[in-house]
C-alpha cells in the first residue's frame, strides 16, 4: 500500500505558486486577489477559511475574508457579492459553503461572476465540465486529479465508483474522471447494493460525510482509495476506531480528531490511498490558490 501523499504535493504546488506570484508582481506590480465570504459561525468551515487565508497570503495572494451573520438579509449577502463582482482587485470570490440553512444556496451563488467563480459552482463553469472544455476545475476534484496524476496512475479503462453526488464534488469529479477514460458509477444515499458496487471497482472515492462508512469488506484487493471526507469526532471511542494514529494522538491535546469516510483498516488492503487528514485536505487547498492565480492570469491576458 502506498500513500497519496497530498500534503507533499500541494507544499510543491505552492511553492511553484509562489515563485510565479512574485515574478508577476515584479512584471505587472499587480498580485492575485482572493476573497472568502463566511456566512455563520460553522466551526468546520471557520478552520478551513482561516487555512486558506494563512496559506494565499504566504504565496503572496492579496487575501481577504468577509464574516457574516447567519442572520444576514439575503439582499445585503448579494450586496457584498456585488461588490467583489465590481472590484478590479479581487478577481477570486469563494463563498464557503454549506451556508446556514435560513439562505437559498442557488438564490445567492447565481450573483457571483462566473469570471470570479474560483471554486466552479455556477452552472456555466460547471457545464464547461461536463463538455471537457473547462480551463478552470473546482478544487477538490481538482486536487484529486492533480494527485493522480502525480503518481502516474493511469486511469483508461479503470472501473471506479464515486460515493456522493454533491455538486462540489462527486457529479464534477464524475465527469473528469470519466473524460479521464474511466468508467464511472456514482452512487448515492439511494444506490441499491452500494457494497457490490464498490467491491468491482478499481477506484474507489468517497465523499460522504460519515466516518469509515467505506469498510474493509467492501475493497477490492489492489484498490485505490481516495477519501474526501472530513469528519470531526469528539468520542475517544470513535476516534480509536476511525482515526488514524496522528488523529488519536490530536485528540488527547485537543479533543477531537479527523476521520475520513474510509475505514483505517481498508488501507491495507489498497494499492494507494490517501490518508485524512494529509490526503485530499492539501489538494482542496492548494488548487484554490491555483485557480486564483489563473483566474489573475486571465484577467491581465498573462496566460
Ligand atoms: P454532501 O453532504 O453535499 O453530500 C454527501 C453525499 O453522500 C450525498 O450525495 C449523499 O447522497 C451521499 N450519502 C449520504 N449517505 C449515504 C449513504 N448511506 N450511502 C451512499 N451515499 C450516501 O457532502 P460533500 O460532497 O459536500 O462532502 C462530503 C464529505 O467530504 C464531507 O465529510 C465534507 O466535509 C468533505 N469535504 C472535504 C473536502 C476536502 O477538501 N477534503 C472538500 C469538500 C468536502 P444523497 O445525494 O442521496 O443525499
Redesign the pocket.
Known amino acids: 500500500m502506498n500513500i497519496l501523499d497530498g500534503k507533499k504535493i500541494a507544499g510543491e504546488i505552492q511553492e511553484k505558486i509562489k515563485d510565479e506570484i512574485g515574478q508577476l508582481k515584479n512584471q505587472t506590480g499587480k498580485t492575485p486577489g482572493l476573497t472568502v465570504i463566511i456566512v455563520g459561525e460553522n466551526p ?1 468551515s471557520q478552520a478551513y477559511v482561516r487555512k486558506k487565508h494563512r496559506i494565499a497570503q504566504k504565496l503572496g495572494i492579496n487575501s481577504h475574508i468577509i464574516e457574516l451573520k447567519a442572520e444576514i438579509a439575503a439582499q445585503d449577502l448579494i450586496e457584498q457579492i456585488r461588490v467583489l463582482n465590481q472590484d478590479p482587485g479581487v478577481q477570486a470570490i469563494l463563498i464557503q459553503l454549506p451556508l446556514p440553512e435560513n439562505h437559498n444556496t442557488w438564490e445567492i451563488l447565481n450573483h457571483l461572476n462566473p469570471k470570479k467563480d474560483v471554486d466552479c459552482f455556477l452552472p456555466v463553469n460547471l457545464g464547461n465540465i461536463l463538455l471537457n472544455r473547462a480551463g478552470i476545475f473546482p478544487c ?1 476534484p481538482s486536487g484529486i486529479m492533480q494527485m493522480l496524476d502525480y503518481y502516474r496512475i493511469d486511469l483508461s479503462g479503470l472501473n471506479a465508483i464515486m ?4 455538486f ?3 457529479k464534477p469529479l464524475a465527469s473528469m474522471l470519466t473524460n479521464q477514460n474511466a468508467t464511472v458509477t456514482l ?5 441499491k447494493n ?1 457494497p457490490g458496487l464498490v467491491k468491482q471497482a478499481d477506484l474507489v472515492v468517497a ?4 466516518p469509515g ?1 467505506i469498510t474493509a469488506d467492501m475493497i477490492k484487493k489492489g484498490a485505490i482509495l481516495i477519501d ?4 470531526f469526532l469528539y468520542q475517544q471511542h470513535e476516534v480509536l476506531e476511525f482515526c488514524i494514529e496522528s488523529q488519536q494522538q490530536k485528540f488527547k491535546k485537543k479533543g477531537y480528531g479527523i476521520a475520513g ?1 474510509i475505514h483505517i483498516k481498508a488501507y491495507p488492503k489498497a494499492s494507494y490511498f490517501t490518508p485524512v487528514p494529509g490526503g ?2 492539501p489538494m ?1 487547498v492548494a488548487m484554490l490558490m491555483v485557480n486564483t492565480l489563473k483566474l489573475f492570469k486571465r484577467q491581465y491576458h498573462l496566460e
Not at 187 to 191: A, E, F, M, V
Not at 207 to 210: F, R
Open positions: 468546520a477538490t460515493v456522493g453526488r454533491s462540489i464534488v462527486g452512487c448515492h444515499s439511494k444506490t452500494l465523499a460522504i460525510g460519515k462508512f474526501v471526507g472530513q469528519n469516510d485530499v485536505g482542496t
